[in-house]
């Protein structure tokens, strides 16, 4: 007997019951706060800062006149800029470079197990967790010209003598490094989550290739397992450029820019001038002076990854 | 090539003995295949031998020498490894050629000894592609260029076949062995399956709980099992074992056979009355399972041949004449070894 289907009276289904179930809906309704949150709190003020950037508007004088790229210039032609911008360079890439370094020493103590390995995981991420205001205050007394601890340490072990005690703050270049190894120190921990979790993503089997193959402890890490993790270092570091590039609290909290406009950096000048002055137009010429080097940075490094992907 | 020597080496990770005191010879050009469950410590034991692990105690001896304490890059050993270990971000070629930059070999020399090794794999195409674009038979041979470029002392191989599918493994298997005869290099092969085991060692150690069960040719594991667990381990389906008084009889499935297919000869036969309760037709052969009289709650398994495949005799609930010839049988004692009859 041959069984034919019943054609069953379909009861009409309200075309909204399954929307959940529609890929390209629920997908867009997950999406849709970041986008809001993104386009509301970040493209709306990079549109007006846009906007102030080529207009002559400050807080005494809020008008939306126009001027075209006059603001640009008269930035640059200011010595105090070209200065900044040094200062700003100088203090991203030896920050980073610094924190790289201590991230990956970092990651190798914390990869060998030790008794309390968990307990010094859990305290490294401090520096990263602590807020900076409260940790530019500790850094600050320690730099301190009359109470540094790093100079009584100098002075006790016979290092140095009390009369030649370094004024940290004080001394532009000394500023300059006291920032930096502040913002490394806070960037470290960072740098040495990427690392970690950059070398447990290496497959033990091709490190005990390498190792059996014969290479020793220098080639495996530089042969194998650095050029196997460079995607993922590259992109923490991107995070650090941004964000170091950007970023004003370590100069701001520590020397205030000084001395005599030794530590200034883009972000706390653009501060400075923006809001504290309430130059408005130059502020915002200023912040957005290396937008597009970043951007071209930021550009060149994503396509590295791409083609070193594995 | 050399010689590989291990005496009684243990390893235990805390208080658990990974490899319990296995002494083993594998004389030079020879193949060995280390046979046995997973974890058994067959593979740990493999790490120990290229010293990736360090044995808690006993010896090692490669090519004459005490390489105890000699660093892996120091013993001149070759491991292929199950995932193959191969280097995603370097090409074929970078890869083959890794061992023999560890060991500072003239660029020249280098090229020259790459291209043998591709050459002898047949990846010769490959030699610019990376990992990635391999397909999975294709970085199988990579890895074996990789480990036998330089020569090595001895060959290492965990489980090289499991990530191929089933009709790449026979030919890999085929392909492996065949270049083994050729190259002649000492080879200790690891495997879970017993059909590349007993196809292509030419001795085979079974291992089990870190200890060697039996080391022997496929024949000798196969026909003269020296216990229990070589007879059950080895062997699809694996020997049957009647439990009689404490002691075992056992006997292979293509050993036990309808009464009128096995004639007298000489040695006599031994008969049972089998009741078949189910079986699989399998194509070239009839696997039946059922049990005999006196012995109802052990399952037994007979592998008829080609003249039964097909037959409707064996009738699945009702006994049958069956036999096993007397030289067939083999008898285990209470502690699960080997004895002559009784």
Request: glycine share 8%.
């Amino acid at each position: 007997m041959a069984v034919i289907a019943e054609p069953v009276a379909a009861k009409p289904v309200s075309r909204f019951r399954f929307i959940l179930d529609r890929r390209e809906v629920l997908g867009a309704i997950l999406v849709a706060p970041a986008i809001l949150y993104v386009l509301l709190l970040v493209g709306a003020p990079f549109l007006l800062a846009v906007y102030y950037s080529v207009s002559a508007y400050t807080i005494y004088d809020p008008s939306w006149h126009f001027v075209g790229l006059s603001n640009f210039k008269q930035i640059v032609q200011n010595p105090v800029f070209i200065d900044t911008l040094e200062n700003t360079f100088l203090f991203t890439f030896a920050s980073q470079l610094l924190g790289l370094v201590l991230g990956k020493f970092g990651a190798f103590l914390l990869l060998r197990p030790f008794p309390g390995r968990k307990i010094v995981r859990a305290l490294v991420i401090l520096p990263w967790a602590v807020p900076i205001a409260l940790a530019s205050v500790a850094w600050e007394w320690m730099f301190d010209s009359l109470y540094s601890v790093i100079n009584w340490t100098l002075i006790a072990l016979g290092i140095i003598d009390r009369s030649q005690a370094p004024n940290w703050l004080g001394n532009p270049h000394l500023a300059m490094l006291c920032v930096i190894v502040v913002n490394a120190w806070r960037f470290f921990p960072f740098a040495i989550v990427v690392f970690l979790a950059g070398i447990t993503s290496v497959p033990q089997d091709i490190i005990d290739a390498a190792t059996v193959d014969g290479a020793g402890f220098w080639r495996r890490n530089y042969q194998i397992i650095m050029p196997m993790i460079l995607p993922i270092v590259a992109i923490g570091l991107i995070f650090g450029i941004v964000f170091t590039f950007t970023d004003l609290s370590v100069v701001y909290l520590l020397t205030n820019g000084g001395p005599v406009n030794a530590t200034t950096v883009l972000g706390f000048q653009g501060f400075q001038v923006g809001i504290v002055s309430g130059d408005v137009s130059h502020g915002a010429a200023i912040s957005l002076f290396m937008l597009p080097v970043l951007f071209v940075l930021v550009i060149g490094m994503l396509r590295f990854i791409r083609r070193r992907e594995i | 090539m050399a010689a590989v020597l291990t005496r009684d080496i243990i390893k235990k990770f805390g208080e658990v003995s990974a490899v319990d005191g296995i002494t083993l010879t594998v004389p030079d050009g020879e193949f060995m295949v280390l046979l046995g469950p997973s974890g058994c410590g067959k593979t740990t034991f493999l790490r120990i031998i290229c010293g990736l692990e360090q044995q808690t105690s006993g010896d090692l001896i490669i090519g004459g020498n005490v390489v105890n304490d000699i660093p892996p890059r120091a013993r001149g050993v070759a491991m292929m490894f199950q995932s193959y270990g191969l280097y995603p971000h370097y090409t074929v070629r970078n890869n083959i050629a890794f061992p023999l930059k560890t060991t500072r070999v003239p660029r020249a020399e280098i090229e020259k000894r790459v291209a043998w090794a591709a050459n002898l794999l047949g990846i010769d195409h490959l030699l610019d592609r990376r990992p990635r674009q391999l397909s999975g038979g294709e970085r199988q041979r990579v890895a074996l260029a990789r480990a036998l470029v330089r020569e090595p002392t001895a060959l290492l191989l965990d489980e090289p076949l499991s990530n191929l599918d089933a009709k790449l493994r026979a030919s890999a298997r085929q392909e492996i062995r065949q270049f083994q005869q050729r190259v002649g290099t000492t080879t200790i092969y690891v495997t879970h399956d017993q059909v590349e085991a007993m196809g292509m060692g030419d001795r085979i150690a079974v291992i089990d709980h870190g200890r060697v069960r039996q080391v022997g040719t496929p024949a000798e594991i196969y026909d003269d099992p020296a216990d229990r667990f070589v007879a059950t381990f080895v062997g699809t389906p694996p020997m049957n074992l009647l439990a009689r008084d404490g002691t075992y009889l056992g006997f292979r499935p293509e050993n036990f056979l309808p009464r009128d297919m096995i004639n007298n000869g000489n040695g006599g036969v031994t008969e049972f009355s089998f009741r078949v309760d189910r079986s699989e037709y399998l194509g070239s052969e009839r696997i039946v399972y059922g049990v005999v009289e006196g012995f109802d709650t052990q399952v037994i398994t007979a592998k008829l041949p080609p003249a039964h495949v097909a037959e409707e005799s064996i009738r699945p609930g009702e006994w049958h004449p069956f036999a096993v010839k007397n030289g067939a049988m083999r008898y285990f004692s209470r502690d699960g070894k080997r004895t002559s009859w009784h």
